[in-house]
């Protein structure tokens, strides 16, 4: 059993289920239910495959690592090394892959006879293919080409419903944005062969006392803006927002809650693995960098109507808390506290857990609302919940998860990360104590404002009346939507209560990172699994307040229903209207809920209105016509990052095509004279 | 006997908090020259509610309905986590800081939620004004109560108000910064004055009051009382986290009847307090809030970095 999943064997069969998958829905591409059927088949299969080797592989602790390929050449071998970092993100990548794709076996149903459902399959199986060898790959070649797989293959995801030119244009934007990440990337790399002389992680990390530390603060920054990138870091974070909401539902919970770890993945991989030992100003830098995404990310989605848009800045968000979790990591291995260190880190791997599941949960009831309604605005929705009862409950479930309401999952994983952080505040007493103190901060508000925003985004999309006729054709969704919803749902909750098992094993994942060997933990107590405590500073028991809460719950519900006054008379009115009629027009709207907070925070957001007044005598102007307001936000970043930006480069390019001539013998002495630099510098 | 004293700490929340409420306004009578009502008036006006008819919107759905009992469970499993009139009770699954700060945003979800069930302006508008003031507020409890944890060197409430005197004479002066960031949390957390007027119907100004409008009832009840609540859990954390005498650190019958009623004249302080800030006071514009709140959070800040 062991040997058939958590071997070579194992993973080639595990990559050969998503390769079939993809070539068998290319060839059936002429039969939509057929296409669907296979791609879906194998994408659950393979899900399975790589959920039962990930588990496998952190269970009994063994890495797996073989090389395939010529030998001879070793920049096409195929280099792999699975230890339990690796193996803890193929779990999460399977895991969100599985329920995702149950769930897509009824939502690409509505793009039958629209577009070919073959090339859906082939791409979606390429997309997590090459998710699964990103974090599988030992080679920075090899690394390389399946970082490509997996952003090309999403890039056709996110183009997928083309006859949307919006579409199309986060596309470009996400394929622009995503490869200049990779320069970066491909930078870094270059550098550390040049001063390893190889591509190999495992030299890397063999010779990483050798690298000076220059070189490597250069790859700090390199690989920060590279994977930032790809992770949504602000302000490298412009592609996601637009083009997580354009891909199908189920395919941007992926891209949201699976793909954007991969960045990550790669973070940890280099920073706390391979280039030990660090810099402690590198952890200072990730703390801030993402205190700074945690709180921008937050406010961003408090200004958005578009619910897959304001999920996606919630990304954001949370890629920032789980960069508190790493910063305080980096920061504490840096200085030598190995025991901290590991807290931070197994709050960061805990998140990113947490994150995958309670984010594609929103991401796929958000999917469900959108199916029914045919828009994505939320000022059109309303009073859902009395026709969508399953989704509006998974929704909220998602709500409470995200915005670390206990007993749920993203409670105890920003819990760990607070903890992380105050023993920053309490262990420290030069600069870096201010650094951990604006984290904490950051993270605080953070938890209060993403509590807003999702009161905001439940109340206004499944409260209340239906603001548009959409919402009162809108129906339950099928079964298998369903199913993929109620799965994260409960996942969500059972990762909350058993979190005191999950930081269990996240600890020994941990302890598998060579800068933790053998380290005492602080987390858990093995002894009393049900408490997540740190050392004697605090502890708390998911199941006990789960406990305690449903008793409460359950024995309030039954005095005030049973007990007191049990013949009350309850009659079903109309809300109080003030005499008038009311409409729905009259209930607040996403932009008004969030209107006051944008205001206080109006020197970060730059909001704007714009009254345009219409008149029926434009002359004397006594009797207007209509009025109109427009509030907007400004994007900032497009104004003051990447707009100079373009227009520098494009004025680079100009003056630099003064140098074309057309003229052959001008070209001809450029080469001489590029021929005579290069031999001056070689001899 | 144990089981006796946790049932005692169980229910002492619900049952004294609205004799609390009660003082408050009668204090605000008298600073009025008023005769105002008895201090016992809340619980007449709870056990009215609970035997009144209902009127439910037809816009409202299961959110509505249910609210008021996870609001009001929530507030009962808080007040039963957090040090009442004995610190040697010891609670290690639900008493740290931060469950009780996020149990608590459980209660203010649900409440802003059910604000908005109905589909009311209303409902709406003080849903959003809830939601900034407590998003704002999040900031200054945390780190409140952060500054004090620090001190005691323990984020566990029952051992902060156990070594509490002892660590908390060494670093004076954080500990009063930071309860004065805390008085400041709590008084937005319960909506009283400067930043909401319990007192008051008026759609300039109201927060609290919205969100519960379209409640009637057994609803409007365990709203109202689960306020009361929110109200004694605040001022019994001022009281035992930051100036923890007398509350009982022994199981005997007579250290626990002492520490009740130290913890209760502590509390009627802080409702002296706040009767005479709601009388002498106006409520502040809306946009003034963020403002008193920012100080609340840069108290603790200049807390923290005191502690030595």
């Known amino acids: 059993?062991?040997?058939?999943?958590?071997?070579?064997?194992?993973?080639?069969?595990?990559?050969?289920?998503?390769?079939?998958?993809?070539?068998?829905?290319?060839l059936l591409r002429k039969s939509d239910s057929w296409a669907n059927f296979w791609s879906s088949f194998f994408a659950i299969a393979g899900s399975i495959w790589g959920l039962v080797l990930g588990t496998l592989l952190i269970v009994i602790g063994r890495d797996l690592s073989f090389t395939t390929g010529m030998a001879a050449w070793p920049l096409l071998s195929l280099t792999v090394h699975i230890d339990r970092?690796?193996?803890f993100f193929i779990v999460v990548i399977s895991l969100i892959t599985l329920i995702c794709s149950v769930y897509g076996i009824g939502y690409i149903k509505h793009f039958y006879n629209q577009y070919s459902l073959g090339s859906l399959g082939l791409f979606y199986h390429l997309f997590i293919a090459g998710m699964?060898?990103?974090?599988?790959?030992?080679?920075?070649?090899?690394?390389?080409?399946?970082?490509?797989?997996?952003?090309?293959?999403?890039?056709?995801?996110?183009?997928y419903d083309r006859h949307d030119e919006n579409n199309v244009k986060a596309g470009f934007l996400y394929l622009v944005m995503t490869h200049v990440g990779t320069a970066f990337i491909i930078f870094s790399f270059l550098l550390l062969y040049q001063h390893t002389g190889s591509f190999d992680f495992a030299n890397w990390q063999a010779s990483s006392l050798l690298i000076p530390m220059s070189i490597k603060n250069v790859v700090f920054v390199l690989a920060m803006i590279g994977f930032g990138t790809k992770a949504g870091l602000i302000p490298f974070h412009v592609w996601l927002p637009s083009a997580h909401p354009a891909a199908p539902s189920h395919v941007s919970a992926l891209m949201s809650g699976v793909m954007?770890?991969?960045?990550?993945?790669?973070?940890?991989?280099?920073?706390?693995?391979?280039?030990?030992?660090?810099?402690?100003?590198?952890?200072?830098?990730?703390?801030?960098?993402?205190?700074?995404?945690?709180?921008?990310?937050?406010l961003y989605a408090l200004t958005e109507h578009d619910i897959k848009r304001l999920l996606a800045y919630h990304s954001i968000e949370n890629i920032g808390i789980i960069l508190l979790g790493l910063g305080s990591a980096l920061t504490f291995a840096s200085l030598n506290m190995p025991t901290l260190a590991l807290l931070g880190l197994v709050a960061a791997l805990f998140h990113t857990l947490n994150h995958a599941t309670f984010k594609s949960l929103l991401f796929l009831s958000a999917g469900a609302v959108i199916n029914q309604t045919h828009s994505r605005n939320m000022e059109e929705y309303g009073g859902l919940i009395k026709y969508m009862p399953l989704t509006a409950f998974c929704f909220l479930i998602g709500s409470m998860a995200i915005s670390a309401l206990p007993p749920f999952n993203g409670f105890f994983s920003e819990w760990l990360t607070f903890q992380a952080l105050f023993s920053g505040i309490a262990g420290f007493n030069f600069y870096a104590k201010w650094i951990f103190m604006f984290a904490a901060g950051s993270l605080a508000f953070t938890g209060g404002l993403a509590l807003a925003c999702f009161v905001k985004a439940f109340g206004v999309t499944f409260l209340a009346r239906p603001r548009s006729t959409e919402v009162t054709h809108a129906k339950e969704v099928s079964f298998s939507l369903r199913l993929g919803m109620i799965l994260l749902a409960v996942l969500s909750l059972l990762f909350g209560i058993f979190s005191g098992y999950l930081t269990f094993w996240l600890e020994k994942i941990g302890t598998n990172i060579g800068a933790f060997y053998q380290i005492k933990s602080i987390v858990s107590v093995p002894s009393n699994q049900g408490i997540i405590s740190v050392g004697n500073w605090s502890s708390v028991s998911a199941p006990a307040f789960f406990a305690l809460l449903i008793s409460a719950l359950i024995l309030v519900w039954f005095i005030v229903r049973f007990i007191i006054n049990k013949n009350q008379k309850v009659t079903t009115g109309a809300t109080w209207d003030c005499g008038t009629d009311l409409t729905p027009r009259m209930e607040i709207t996403a932009t008004g809920f969030a209107r006051s907070i944008t205001l206080i925070f109006q020197g970060i957001l730059k909001p704007s209105i714009q009254h345009e007044v219409e008149y029926h005598d434009s002359m004397s102007r006594f009797l207007p016509k209509s009025r109109t307001i427009v509030l907007s936000i400004q994007d900032v970043y497009q104004t003051y990052l990447y707009r100079p930006l373009q227009t520098g480069i494009t004025a680079l390019s100009l003056r630099v095509k003064g140098i074309q001539s057309g003229n052959v013998n001008a070209y001809i002495s450029y080469i001489l004279i590029t021929l005579m630099i290069l031999l001056f510098f070689v001899l | 006997m144990m089981i006796f004293i946790w049932l005692a700490q169980l229910i002492c929340t619900p049952i004294a908090s609205l004799l609390f409420v009660g003082v408050i306004k009668k204090i605000k009578a008298r600073l009025q020259n008023r005769q105002g009502a008895s201090i016992w008036?809340?619980?007449?006006?709870?056990?009215?509610?609970?035997?009144?008819d209902e009127v439910i919107s037809r816009d409202a759905s299961w959110i509505f309905r249910f609210a008021p009992i996870i609001i009001f469970a929530v507030t009962v499993v808080v007040g039963a986590s957090i040090p009442l009139f004995s610190s040697w009770l010891s609670n290690n699954l639900t008493s740290d800081i931060l469950i009780i700060v996020y149990a608590l945003a459980i209660s203010t979800f649900f409440l802003a939620l059910a604000g908005m069930d109905a589909g009311s302006a209303f409902g709406g508008f003080g849903s959003s004004r809830e939601m900034t003031v407590s998003a704002l507020a999040e900031g200054g409890f945390i780190f409140s109560l952060l500054t004090i944890a620090l001190v005691s060197g323990t984020t566990n409430l029952f051992v902060i108000a156990?070594?509490?005197?002892a660590a908390q004479s060494q670093s004076f002066l954080p500990t009063i910064l930071a309860f004065g960031g805390f008085f400041i949390v709590l008084l937005a957390e319960t909506a009283r004055?400067?930043?909401d007027n319990p007192s008051t119907h008026l759609e300039l100004t109201m927060i609290h009051e919205a969100m519960i409008l379209e409640h009637s009832g057994k609803k409007l009840a365990l709203l109202e009382w689960a306020a009361a609540n929110k109200l004694f859990i605040f001022a019994a954390l001022g009281a035992n986290l930051f100036f923890p005498?007398?509350?009982?650190?022994?199981?005997?019958?007579?250290?626990?009847?002492?520490?009740?009623?130290?913890?209760?004249?502590?509390?009627?302080?802080?409702?002296?307090?706040?009767?005479?800030?709601?009388?002498?006071?106006?409520?502040?514009?809306?946009?003034?809030?963020?403002?008193?709140?920012?100080?609340?959070?840069?108290?603790?800040?200049?807390?923290?970095?005191?502690?030595?």
Request: charged share 10%.
């Open chain 1, 1 to 26: 059993m062991i040997e058939l999943f958590a071997s070579s064997f194992g993973f080639g069969i595990l990559l050969t289920l998503f390769v079939v998958g993809a070539i068998g829905s290319l």
């Open chain 1, 260 to 298: 954007i770890k991969t960045g990550i993945y790669m973070m940890i991989r280099i920073f706390l693995d391979l280039l030990q030992p660090i810099p402690t100003w590198w952890g200072l830098a990730v703390l801030i960098i993402g205190s700074i995404s945690a709180l921008l990310g937050v």
């Open chain 2, 193 to 195: 004055f400067p930043f």
């Open chain 1, 85 to 87: 970092l690796a193996a």
């Open chain 1, 132 to 159: 699964i060898l990103v974090v599988s790959a030992a080679n920075g070649i090899f690394f390389l080409i399946v970082w490509e797989i997996m952003s090309i293959a999403s890039y056709f995801l996110v183009v």
């Open chain 2, 41 to 52: 008036q809340p619980y007449r006006d709870i056990w009215k509610l609970l035997h009144k």
């Open chain 2, 162 to 165: 156990n070594v509490g005197i």
């Open chain 2, 245 to 308: 005498w007398g509350i009982a650190a022994s199981a005997s019958l007579a250290a626990i009847g002492i520490g009740l009623i130290v913890l209760f004249a502590k509390i009627l302080v802080f409702c002296f307090i706040i009767a005479v800030i709601e009388s002498s006071m106006a409520k502040f514009r809306f946009f003034r809030l963020p403002d008193l709140l920012v100080i609340s959070f840069i108290l603790n800040v200049v807390a923290i970095s005191l502690i030595s």
